[in-house]
């Protein structure tokens, strides 16, 4: 699936590809919209479709991933809700052995996440994975998302990278197609990113894992 010999940097999303995107489902679909209906003395349909309508209204903008901006708009203490269930965290099937080896073999590795700051050092303080990474990289610090035009060329002005020899392994396909617009060489999808729901449908325009141990064979050292 990869010659490894042409990439010298991996670049990897959090949510969904290198934790199970579960938490996150669970946590916006569900808990978010049970405490907001509490709140404000709604059924849980009813907080689920007021709040869906919102979601849709900022989905693909540095906002929809942002806890601030969802603490004011929904008043609810967001980052409180999400250290209440952060029990529900857990890495996908081989990340951290996939890991150890992108590290043993030379290579520039990267966590590349929409997620919010506060969220990103929840998610690294409840799994210990940090330090399997030469730099964790929320979008927020560069002012766009990742799917946003522009965002991986200012990427690499902070972390240089070469786009040619770079893999960007990732469960968005709309972060997946931007990162190809702006030359990214290697892209992965991930088939089945919420460990508690079916896989996703295959994608005709970029190749997809089920774990990391499909694209281990010829990782070696650069």
Known sequence: MLDWKDIDTVLLDMDGTVLDLHFDNYFWEEFVPACYGELHGLQAEEASRLLRARYDEVKGTLDWYCLDFWSDSLALDIPRLKEDIRHKIALRPHAVEF???????????????NAHPRSLALKMQATG????FHHTISS?????AKENPGFWH???????YKPARTLLIDDNLAVLRQAR???IAHLLGVRQPDSQRPPLLPSPEFRQIDHFTDILPGLQSR
């Open 181 to 183: 617009a702006e030359g």
């Open 154 to 160: 200012a990427l690499r002005e902070e972390h240089p």
């Open 140 to 144: 927020h610090v560069l002012q766009l």
């Open 129 to 132: 994975i940090g330090q399997h």
């Open 99 to 113: 890991l150890q080896q992108l590290r043993a073999s030379g290579r520039q590795v990267l966590l590349v996440t």
